[in-house]
């Protein structure tokens, strides 16, 4: 019976990988509060093959899907109703009850990120949910065959405010195997060293490391001698400057780079690594069709309707919509 599981496994991930990644970013935040219930429920709507999120743990050890360490004060409500008018408290010093008080459901008016997300449509009363909610709301839908690509948010000096790498991926992965959701699973980091913590204890989750490389942000450290510190001690100039033979060395199967650092030489050098490449956050569709011109696995975009849209037009396989109940 465990040979006939492990049959089925490499099956569902070569399928998976033959088609083409559709990822709602944070669900669908172009259309619906971000990492919310309501959001997945959209992108599952729309039809996506993946669910992009974010994760951290409450102070009593619950996964939670959240992109922000504190509460974000452009899209969070306090129990008052009023919004917050400065980073609220840190998730990892909320019991799971505690942030269940908070409302994520509406953008501050007035805000870059009001401005920025004007489809976005409101649902207040939406909380922050737990990893385990979003799985259940699934299943409950019937969308055997969405993976979900879950993205652990800490950094290397963010050790107050979350717990340890190991901690943090043990948290993580004892909440996916319990739901029995290994083999439909991604970890993602730009801080590997959860990357290579998954890797120990759950090699039978697939990885994919995250990466940017731009004036303002830079994970890769191409520019200073020594690793950077959000590459869990491997050094980009012991690889000949190369970001995809780096990401091989993680052991991680997919590279999410920020997607105007995809070139043509990147995507031979992953190919070159057996890498599958699958850019981040992807929202223009001139952008989309650079970047599938140039052979990428798949696309993150807060709006998935775009995307299946420009993937419609080139007629690459779409995954099927999902009726929720």
């Keep these: 019976m465990r040979h006939l599981a492990l049959i089925l496994i490499i099956l569902m991930r070569l399928t998976s990988a033959d088609a083409f990644d559709l ?6 935040r172009g259309l ?11 992108a599952l709507q729309i039809g996506v093959t993946t669910l992009e999120l974010d994760v951290g743990v409450t102070r009593d050890g619950v996964v939670v899907v959240s992109h922000d360490r504190a509460l974000n004060p452009d899209h969070t409500r306090g129990p008052d109703g009023e919004f917050l008018n ?13 942030l269940k008080t908070y409302d994520v459901g509406r953008l501050k008016p007035g805000t870059a990120y009001a401005s920025a997300f004007p489809q976005q449509r409101p649902v207040d009363g ?35 405010e979350t717990p340890d790498p190991d901690a943090f991926a043990q948290a993580l992965v004892n909440v996916v195997r319990e739901a029995k959701m290994a083999e439909r699973v991604i970890i993602q980091s730009f801080d590997w060293r959860t990357i290579m913590a998954v890797r120990r204890i759950a090699p039978e989750i697939d990885r994919a490391c995250l990466t940017v490389e731009t004036p303002e ?6 520019s200073r001698p020594g690793p950077s510190p959000w590459a869990a001690g491997l050094d980009i100039h012991d690889f000949d400057g190369s970001i995809p033979r780096l990401v091989a060395a993680t052991g991680c ?23 599958r490449v699958i850019p981040w956050t992807v929202n223009q569709p001139q952008d989309m069709e650079r970047l599938i011109d140039l052979g990428v696995d798949g696309l993150i975009s807060d709006y ?7 993937l419609a037009e080139r007629n ?7 009726h929720m109940p």
Excluded at 23 to 28: K, P, Q, V, Y
Excluded at 253 to 275: F, G, T
Excluded at 304 to 309: G, K, N, S, T
């Design 126 to 160: 939406a909380r922050i949910p737990a990893l385990s909610e979003v799985f259940a709301l699934a299943q409950q839908a019937g969308a055997t065959a969405v993976r979900f690509n879950i993205e652990t948010k800490l950094t290397p000096t963010s050790a107050a």
């Design 253 to 275: 199967q997919i590279w999410s780079p920020y997607h105007r650092n995809v070139d043509p030489a990147a995507m031979a050098e992953a190919k070159a690594a057996s890498l």
């Design 86 to 98: 400065s980073p609220g408290p840190l998730i990892h010093d909320l019991t799971f009850a505690g």
């Design 217 to 222: 942000e830079d994970t890769v450290g191409r």
């Design 316 to 322: 690459i396989p779409l995954p099927a919509p999902v």
């Design 23 to 28: 990822e709602g970013h944070r669900g669908a």
């Design 32 to 42: 619906a509060p971000e990492n919310t219930l309501p959001a997945f429920a959209t």
């Design 304 to 310: 998935p309707d775009r995307l299946r849209a420009v």
